[in-house]
């Protein structure tokens, strides 16, 4: 019952946002409905199965051309840390007294690293590499994991594909579970 009132009231707010946006354009002049080219600009999130993943692709070569120059002053030349995290090693310290979370250790899907790296990084710079570049880093940050080859060059079929180590690392919490009524 209570989680029934919740979804009323999150449909009820969603309804009144968007009454909003459209009212504010409306009555008072201010403000209008974002074009179908500004939302895609912002929608850019990458399913963790690959779904979303953009044309192009990149190799572990050119990735680490991109890594020394845009990556390393804040990662490390090889991954392994600085200012910004850890990005390679660790796998199999999970469950260790001294845990070593990084790209190779802990993350369930190689998409989201695509996803995150385009989205977020270089730190000081996001969303300024092209695709072929991300691709290339992410190929280059998985080489140093050992989960690609050194010669691997990485597509959206090819990245999806991948299998990360710590894939079955993670439990399910169904709760809450809001279609069980
Ligand atoms: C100016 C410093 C800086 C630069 C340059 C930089 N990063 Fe980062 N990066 C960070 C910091 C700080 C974090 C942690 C951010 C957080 O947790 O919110 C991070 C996080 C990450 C993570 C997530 C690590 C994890 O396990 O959570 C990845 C992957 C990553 N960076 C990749 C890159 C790549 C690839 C580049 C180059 C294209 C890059 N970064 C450039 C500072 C930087």
Redesign the pocket.
């Given at each position: 019952m209570a989680r029934l009132d919740l979804k009323a009231v999150l449909l009820a707010s969603a309804l009144a946002m968007l009454g909003a946006a459209v009212n504010a354009e409306e009555r008072y002049g201010i403000g209008r409905a974002a074009t179908p080219a500004e939302i895609a600009g912002w929608n850019i999130d990458i399913g963790r199965d690959g779904a979303n993943l953009p044309p192009g692709s990149g190799s572990v070569a050119r990735?680490r051309v991109?890594?020394s120059e845009?990556?390393?002053?804040?990662?490390g030349e090889s991954g392994q840390g600085?200012?910004?995290?850890?990005?390679a090693g660790g796998q199999g310290t999970l469950a260790s007294p001294k845990p070593i979370?990084?790209?190779g250790s802990?993350?369930p899907y190689a998409p989201t690293?695509f996803d995150?790296?385009r989205r977020?990084?270089?730190?000081?710079?996001p969303q300024?590499?092209d695709n072929a570049?991300?691709y290339a880093?992410?190929a280059?940050?998985l080489s140093l994991n050992g989960i690609v080859p050194e010669n691997a060059v990485l597509d959206a079929t090819s990245l999806a594909a991948i299998r990360m180590p710590n894939r079955d690392g993670f439990i399910s919490d169904p709760r809450p579970d809001v279609h069980n009524h």
């Open positions: 990735g991109v890594f845009q990556c390393a002053s804040c990662h600085g200012v910004g995290d850890r990005l979370r990084t790209v802990y993350w690293l995150y790296i977020a990084m270089p730190q000081n710079a300024s590499l570049d991300v880093v992410s280059y940050i």
